[in-house]
């Protein structure tokens, strides 16, 4: 290929398998033995895309690239993965590899990415495109935008997306490429700009940080974007994108949509339904996480609960892989005003004025009379919220479920379990990456709620399977419950505003 200039015979989106592979070969004949064998044919290929196929420009670049990825030891970064431990370092929605998740302080979670995620409006890994591109939703009018540069240093920021961009390469792109059966090496992004504002758009120390952003993006991580849909995008924002179109490379601009608020046929053009959020057109509300589809501190649709929630947890259990099943119930009493709240069955604890705790036992999984799966008990008043945390020491996953059994209406005090219903289908989840917070919708009356965990079987999830000594270690379980009132209160948090 071309040395000098542009190749302009080639279709860089649709190159020839013979045009890729001399491309691919030209460029590594110019690389030394070490970055020939840092580098796959796909890595070499982002390259020779960026500088349109000219050896010698994309042989410079990625030199560069190799030596700031020495020097700046990404490599050492904890990059969430399937045969590792390390949490997923922003919510992701719909993946084989990583449970679903919210970004939660866990012991492996440094404070800059706790601070950062409550200044960002919230964002999402969230399923894929029609053609097995990841999807990433960022909700852009909904940051703080001035408090990022007032309380971020710019290395916690380049750090924190950093960890991001390695978790895309690493761990999203090898599973979309394994299901599409070719390689996938780019993402689709949506960013919305609902509630923006002109003093957002203006602010100049926020522009600096990400115009620098867009430069290291542009030289370390090329070719990652396959379409970009800025949408809620109000006429203020043209002047701002002549001012950041600037600093964009030519090919990049061409793959980014600016849309206003008729944008949802163009995003189902390019997303199914059922993988687009509700707030973008799509059908998708991912109401088993809290926050839904993509969860935002800024706008508080889910807790953001600090790191001294997920210590000293109230209850542990040990489990094993030959003792894998734990159950816990919960009693839930009527909401009442607090006055009215001083009794609670002999030798219960009574935890705030609306709940209290029944004792573990072990319960047999039985049927659910919802056969659609997670019970819904509608949008009335009469209904509220209790929250799950937990988490584990150790594992490959915990599957969960969480069933409702009302108490009789002609004796409070009896349970029938043939009334029970299943509120929380078996999913599984990755209590030792990081605490799981979950969110139960549950009637305002009295009933119990059934918690069952059992360790995921060897067939389900895609981390490794233990060593024969791992497998003799017990895996601690340790978990809180409580009614929503009673977790804000305790924790000075906002109001719940769910969408």
């Avoid at 004792?359 to 509220?384: A, I």
């Avoid at 594992?395 to 969480?402: F, N, P, Q």
Wanted: glycine share 6%; aromatic share 10%.
């Amino acid at each position: 290929m071309s040395s000098a200039g542009t190749n302009t015979a080639v279709d860089l989106d649709n190159p020839t398998p013979e045009q890729k592979t001399q491309a691919i070969a030209d460029l590594r004949a110019r690389l030394s033995e070490e970055i020939n064998s840092y580098c796959t044919d796909l890595c070499i290929w982002r390259f020779c895309v960026a500088r349109q196929l000219d050896t010698d420009k994309s042989a410079a670049m990625i030199n560069n690239w190799y030596q700031w990825r020495m020097d700046s030891r990404i490599d050492d970064l904890p990059v969430c993965m399937p045969d590792n431990m390390f949490p997923a370092p922003y919510p992701i929605r719909g993946y084989l590899s990583i449970a679903d998740a919210n970004l939660t302080a866990g012991v492996q979670v440094k404070e800059s990415q706790i601070k950062l995620n409550r200044f960002f409006g919230g964002g999402c890994w969230h399923k894929r495109d029609k053609d097995g591109h990841p999807v990433y939703i960022e909700r852009i009018g909904r940051y703080k935008i001035k408090d990022i540069p007032k309380l971020c240093t710019m290395g916690e920021l380049f750090e924190f997306h950093y960890l991001m961009q390695e978790f895309l390469s690493k761990t999203i792109f090898p599973e979309c490429s394994q299901l599409a059966g070719h390689d996938i090496s780019s993402q689709v992004v949506v960013f919305d700009l609902s509630g923006i504002s002109i003093g957002m758009l203006s602010h100049i120390p926020a522009l600096n940080m990400l115009r620098e952003m867009l430069a290291k993006d542009q030289l370390y991580y090329p070719e990652c974007m396959h379409r970009t849909y800025v949408v809620n995008a109000p006429a203020m924002f043209v002047t701002a994108w002549k001012y950041i179109k600037g600093w964009l490379d030519p090919r990049v601009i061409s793959k980014i949509h600016i849309l206003g608020r008729n944008y949802s046929k163009q995003l189902l053009e390019q997303i199914p339904s059922e993988n687009l959020p509700s707030f973008l057109g799509g059908s998708c509300r991912c109401s088993h996480m809290p926050g839904g589809c993509v969860p935002s501190a800024t706008t508080s649709n889910y807790p953001d609960l600090p790191r001294k929630a997920y210590t000293n947890l109230r209850y542990q259990a040990r489990m094993s892989y030959t003792d894998s099943r734990h159950s816990f119930t919960y009693d839930v009493l009527p909401m009442t005003p607090p006055e009215s709240a001083n009794t609670s069955p002999v030798g219960t604890p009574q935890l705030g004025y609306a709940n209290w705790f029944g004792l573990k036992k072990d319960s047999p999984k039985l049927n659910s009379n919802n056969s659609g799966g997670g019970f819904d008990f509608g949008n009335s008043p009469r209904s509220r919220y209790v929250y799950l945390r937990f988490l584990a020491d150790r594992g490959r996953g915990m599957v969960i479920e969480v069933l409702w059994r009302p108490h009789s209406s002609a004796d409070s005090a009896m349970v029938r379990e043939q009334d029970e219903v299943l509120i929380y289908p078996e999913t599984l989840l990755d209590p030792q990456r990081a605490p799981v917070v979950l969110e139960l919708k549950v009637p305002n009356r009295s009933g119990l709620l059934v918690f069952n965990w059992r360790i995921a079987n060897f067939d389900e999830g895609q981390a490794p399977f233990p060593t024969p000594e791992e497998a003799q270690i017990p895996i601690l379980l340790e978990y809180s419950v409580d009614i929503e009132e009673d977790l804000l209160k305790e924790y000075d948090l906002l109001p719940i505003k769910r969408e």
